[in-house]
């Protein structure tokens, strides 16, 4: 198996089964709703900090395979992480999608199974959507 294979299965992994789906009715958590109208995706990300670090990443909504496995394993990826740790990781996350450099030190785990989507520009977009939703309520905390 050759590592596109790999990382192919990696994604159809996440979306078949999704880690952290269904967001919270819970005050606890900053939620964050974001839409991608070109394609129809649909993202609810909930966040909750604890002095100043992620302790839980929740998601929903719906979606390509690519927006709904990415929420996933932006779930997993960013819990235990200070709000400034995550915003490095979107970073990279963004640098990975786009085919540029990014610092493997940082980015790990199955983050790096969506290295393909560089070869889709279109599917940029549903590949970031949920780390959007997180930078976005990161922006908020941090005001």
Known sequence: MNITDMYKQV??????????????????YLTI????????DEVIIQIKVIDGVIKDVRQGGHGCSI???SASVASETLVNKTLNEALEIITQFYELV?????N????EGDAIAFSGVANFPARIKCA??????VEKGIGELQK
């Open 67 to 69: 927006c709904c496995s």
């Open 128 to 133: 970031t959507l949920s780390w959007k939703a």
């Open 104 to 107: 493997e030190e940082l980015l």
């Open 11 to 28: 994604i159809m992994d996440h979306y078949k089964n999704p880690r952290n789906k269904g967001v919270l009715n819970d005050s606890s």
């Open 33 to 40: 709703n974001l839409n991608n109208p070109s394609c129809g």
């Open 98 to 102: 786009k085919g540029l450099k990014y």
